[in-house]
């Protein structure tokens, strides 16, 4: 029974601590790495009230010092998926008919949770598991999934609070329910917020959630996972297993109780999941809410009128925090001919300061690429960029060495051919490469910025000169799902840019706003008549 209107106000952004020498949140974060890395954890698979072991597991180790072992995680096989399933939906009824206040209650504990005691926990695990520098830690696995929880309770509060007009003699509600079915979350390595607000924003809507990390974020998964529970979590409402993608695939997406999926990751791989979806359309219950964001090619695009240094900064940070391995990062650039020398020479030698090293000396700016897989990848697009008639030559950097562990240079490419390699396709990796184009053909250089790429996630244009903003702003309208103005591409804000692209960047829902809520709620209309009709006749059917 509900005794009240319990809504919960817009809340501040969480301050993101600085981590200076003698603060204390860096000796917390110090004490707390040389803690986590004196162990070796054994990371099972949290399906419904069960802790599930299967014997057969994978390693954990950080990506910038892979001699050391981390722990071990259980590795799942299809029956395991079936068994999350059913312990998902064995619980849906009670987690769904739960008052919204002590489901809101749940996330809001664990942000307190976070936002206390586990922050160093949990920065820790990013930083050691996915290589992450301490602010790039900060700014993601405490900052951002600390607003997530917060903020999302927010507007789904506000959500329930918008109802419908009465006219006289009845009353109209809008009742907003959890999906039919079960939700599936499948996240991404780089950032520890995105797999935490992929399952909790559709388990707060009241819906059951089973949830796939991938393999190179499963350190910092279980210490979010192991915060949830402690903040009250039912069992089985979220299920957190590790299964190979196409093992998951088949059995979520030819299960009739499959309601929706969550998705950050490529866009091939989104693809290929509509496609399934679309031809099993006939064995769901309804029609699958399908939300995904996915790749991007993201540019920074410099007017002739540019402040130099705001374009170098720009740059250095949109490209290289967190070794580029954000959707968002700054990937192709186009510089005016009239700015080219300076901005390169100020922006070799910012990049010459930059340390590469582990993430436990806060004085490295750049750590590893997450594993094997994309070091060979990117390496591979360094040595074309090499290549004597490739169109490109490397400003700086370029080096790489997987000795001790993943480590790529930060590394600038300059294209002599705006279509080069390079500049239209997705690296995900610590490589920016610039055209220098005619400083008088600024329109037709944003021609070319939209037409270049199938991405629209981000991109930004610096410009001293009002009118070239907003040229830039109307031709550039669908290149870019977050457009910033003289300012890097990267670092959204939740409640201030809510996030996500379109076109080959996803379905543009806006994780860190009330949109992305809406689509994990299923609306029902309620009419109710006072005093209801007992003729069928109208006044119109009279004689007289």
Not at 323 to 335: D, E, F, L, P, W
Request: hydrophobic share 40%; aromatic share 12%.
């Amino acid at each position: 029974m509900q005794y009240g209107d319990f809504y919960y106000p817009l809340p501040a952004n969480e301050p993101v601590l600085n981590y200076a020498p003698g603060s204390n949140e860096r000796a917390a974060l110090k004490k707390a790495l040389k803690e986590l890395k004196s162990e070796k954890v054994d990371v099972p698979m949290y399906i419904g009230s069960e802790e599930v072991r299967t014997g057969n597991t994978m390693e954990i180790r950080p990506p910038h010092e892979t001699k050391h072992l981390l722990g071990r995680f259980h590795v799942g096989e299809a029956k395991h998926v079936t068994k999350a399933i059913n312990a998902a939906l064995k619980v849906k009824d009670k987690w769904s008919n739960m008052s919204w206040q002590n489901r809101a209650n749940i996330f809001l504990k664990a942000a307190d949770l976070i936002a206390g005691k586990y922050r160093p926990y949990l920065n820790g695990t990013t930083m050691l598991g996915q290589s992450k520098n301490v602010i790039q830690a900060e700014l993601d696995s405490a900052w951002e999934i600390i607003d997530f929880l917060r903020f999302n309770v927010h507007f789904l509060s506000d959500i329930y609070r918008q109802q419908p007009i009465s006219g006289a003699g009845m009353n109209n509600r809008m009742e907003y329910r959890p999906l039919e079915g079960f939700v599936f979350a499948l996240t991404p390595f780089n950032f520890t917020a995105i797999g935490g607000n992929l399952p909790t924003s559709a388990a707060m809507c009241g819906n059951v959630v089973i949830w796939k990390c991938a393999n190179t974020q499963v350190y910092s998964a279980q210490m979010f996972m192991r915060i949830l529970k402690e903040a009250g979590l039912p069992d089985g409402v979220i299920n957190l297993v590790f299964i190979d993608g196409p093992t998951i695939g088949e059995v979520v997406f030819n299960h009739p109780e499959f309601a929706g999926i969550h998705f950050t990751g490529s866009t091939g791989v989104f693809n290929k999941m509509w496609e399934t979806i679309g031809k099993n359309m006939g064995m769901y219950k309804s029609y699958p809410r399908i939300v995904g964001e996915t790749g991007g090619k993201d540019f920074v695009i410099a007017h002739k009128s540019a402040d130099p240094d705001v374009v170098v900064t720009a740059l250095a940070r949109g490209a290289f925090e967190y070794q580029g391995q954000k959707c968002s990062a700054a990937s192709r650039a186009y510089i005016p001919s009239n700015l080219a020398a300076e901005i390169k020479k100020k922006l070799v030698e910012m990049v010459k300061t930059m340390k590469m090293g582990t993430v436990e000396d806060f004085s490295n700016f750049i750590n590893a690429v997450i594993d094997e897989k994309s070091f060979n990848k990117l390496e591979g697009y360094i040595k074309g960029a090499r290549k004597k008639d490739s169109k490109a030559k490397i400003w700086i950097g370029g080096k790489c060495d997987k000795t001790n562990g993943y480590f790529i240079e930060p590394t600038i490419i300059e294209a002599t051919d705006p279509k080069y390699v390079t500049m239209c396709e997705e690296l995900f990796g610590p490589i920016l490469t610039v055209y220098v184009y005619d400083e008088n053909k600024f329109e037709e250089t944003l021609k070319l910025v939209d037409s270049t790429s199938d991405y629209a996630l981000t991109g930004a244009v610096i410009s001293q000169d009002r009118y070239a903003i907003e040229l830039a702003t109307n031709k550039l309208r669908n290149s870019a799902g977050n457009f910033y103005i003289n300012d890097k591409p990267t670092g959204a804000v939740v409640g201030q840019q809510p996030f996500g692209g379109a076109r080959g960047s996803g379905t543009n829902d806006k994780a860190g706003s009330i949109l992305n809520m809406y689509r994990w709620l299923s609306a029902r209309t309620i009419k109710e008549t006072y005093t209801p009709p007992t003729d069928y006749k109208y006044p119109f059917m009279q004689d007289k």
